[in-house]
């Protein structure tokens, strides 16, 4: 071989070189993006509606500093929730309360678990006749929900007034038709949650969350009559303690974890404190 192709090998071999390590620098940096920006641990949780917004902004400021972002998803049906996070599309959801799941995982044979408590919603009793349950008169009309979960919960409501009793057996659930004393012969009237407070001037009072309350430019906790103090510790209030959610094969998730630290951190309870004004009420102290 003579010099003159030896210098053009050496040439090409110095050029290769070349390519394969800037080529490998630019690999090298590729992945390294990759993995910090794989860095970042995504958990899908579902919701209904909006109304929780701030509360989830402020938990992924916290879960920011663990390298987690809660990736909220809206759903406008809780049945169609639950199936999601059966399924897995779902890490968490963020909804219900105890009685809710109970009567799902009864009815469709779900295997979720607890993870975690947010808040309670109080079902006061208002009126625009009345300023006490004790003014209510033999034969006064009551406007209650009319789906079965919040109908059953509001004659809980009216039995804790002291108004009516019902059937033990039925628990946190009663029906109408579970009255087994009613000694001012009050007629309970099943109606549209979202409707009841406009209807008022038809009733002598009427049972509604606290959501509609708000919506209607009240205050939960100024205007109603009557209202069972949102106290974690009263076995009355457990059932409607609204909870985290997710399979019972993840519940012991480390990363499910960190978002339920986050969503029972100071910094959230005094948020729903400030923002929510008794529509919702923290269910972990500080």
């Known amino acids: 071989m003579n ?6 090998l050496t040439s090409l ?4 070189v070349l390519i394969i390590v800037l080529g490998g620098i630019i690999l090298s940096g590729h992945q390294k993006s ?3 920006s794989g860095s970042v641990k995504t958990v899908n949780v579902g919701v209904v509606g909006a109304t929780d917004d701030p509360i989830w902004k402020e938990i992924n400021k916290q879960l920011a500093k663990e390298n987690i972002n809660a990736k909220v998803k ?8 639950n199936q999601a996070t059966a399924n897995g599309q779902i890490d968490i959801n963020s ?3 105890y009685a809710f799941l109970k009567q799902e995982e009864q009815q469709k044979h ?3 678990a607890v993870i975690g408590q947010t808040y309670i919603q109080p079902l006061n009793i208002y009126s625009k006749k009345i300023k006490s349950v004790k003014d209510l008169k033999d034969g006064d009309k009551i406007a209650i929900p009319n789906n079965p979960t919040n109908a059953g919960r509001a004659l809980k409501v009216l039995e804790k007034a002291g108004l009516i009793k019902t059937n033990p057996a039925k628990g946190y659930s009663p029906t109408l038709t579970d009255i087994t004393s009613n000694p001012k012969h009050l007629k309970i009237i099943e109606v549209d949650p979202a409707a009841i407070l406009k209807l008022l001037p038809n009733f002598a009072a009427g049972i509604t969350n606290a959501n509609f309350v708000q919506a209607n430019h009240m205050n939960p906790e100024k205007d109603a009559i009557y209202q069972i103090a949102p106290n974690l510790k009263d076995p009355y209030n457990k059932p409607w303690i609204n909870i985290l959610v ?3 094969s993840e519940k012991n998730n480390p990363t499910f974890k960190k978002v339920v630290k986050a969503y029972n951190s100071k910094a959230v309870y005094d948020l729903i404190k400030k923002e929510y004004q008794g529509v919702d009420v923290p269910a972990f102290n500080y």
Do not use: M, N
């Open 74 to 81: 809206v759903f406008s049906d809780g049945e169609a929730l």
């Open 110 to 112: 779900y295997k979720f």
């Open 95 to 97: 909804f219900q309360h």
């Open 13 to 16: 071999g110095i050029v290769g």
């Open 34 to 36: 990759t993995a910090t």
């Open 3 to 8: 010099k003159k192709k030896r210098l053009q």
């Open 246 to 248: 997710t399979r019972e």
